[in-house]
């Protein structure tokens, strides 16, 4: 089946740093997503992504979409405390139905030390 | 702004006992997802409903069971339920017929003893 290869698995920075993580996968996904999670709680959208080669920013945050479909990475720059949690990213599949379903990778935990 | 509920958030059950998770959309979404995500995995996709019917099927057991209502709310009906059925289950919503963005609620988590 469909899977995606996030990483790194985790990372523990200083506050202040940036910090990329990105995610690959075998098959092509139309529509790329990007989550936060916090333990518990339900994941975030942070960003999502249309189009081959689409570079998207959401405040800190910037995404892009690979021109071959199959990838993504996130950055978050000048990284505060309260970024602490789990970013998932997501594929869109379509299904045999109307709706299809986001396949998610297996997550990147952050940790910031203030 | 309104955002997915789910309800409750938290429930205890004995193996072999019946749950019903319940789910509201965000006021005017169409489409309903249930997700699993087990201790420290990614969300799994058990099912999802457009229009109140069924669209796409996943990984979810035969003693699972789900519906959408005229209110566009569903819910999420186990039976025969299992110790490894413990899990944060989530409802999400989206516009099908605009983008595919899904917004999550803030999950059920269902502890089996």
């Known amino acids: 089946g469909q899977q995606l290869n996030q990483s790194p698995q985790s990372m523990f920075i200083q506050e202040g740093e940036d910090v990329s993580m990105n995610c690959t996968s075998s098959s092509i996904f139309n529509t790329w997503l990007w989550y936060k999670q916090d333990p518990g709680e339900g994941p975030v959208l942070l960003i999502a992504l249309y189009k081959a080669g689409e570079l998207t920013s959401n405040g800190r945050l910037t995404a892009q979409f690979g021109i071959t479909r199959k990838d993504s990475f996130l950055n978050i720059s000048a990284s505060i405390p309260s970024d602490v949690g789990i970013y998932f990213c997501a594929g869109f599949s379509t299904g045999s139905g109307n709706t299809g379903k986001l396949i998610f990778g297996q997550g990147t935990t952050l940790q910031v030390k203030p | 702004a309104a955002g997915v509920i789910q309800s409750p958030r938290h429930l205890i059950k004995e193996k072999r006992e019946t749950a019903t998770l319940k789910c509201y959309p965000i006021p005017r979404h169409d489409t309903v997802y249930w997700y699993q995500q087990g201790p420290g995995q990614d969300p799994q996709f058990l099912i999802s409903?457009?229009?109140?019917?069924?669209?796409d099927k996943g990984s979810i057991p035969d003693r699972f069971s789900a519906q959408q209502f005229s209110d566009y709310h569903s819910e999420l009906n186990m039976s025969s339920l299992e110790l490894g059925d413990s899990a944060l289950y989530f409802c999400?919503?989206?516009?099908?017929?605009?983008?595919?963005?899904?917004?999550f609620g803030p999950g059920t988590r269902l502890t089996v003893l």
């Open positions: 409903f457009y229009e109140k019917m069924q669209s």
């Open positions: 999400a919503s989206s516009l099908l017929g605009g983008k595919v963005e899904q917004f």
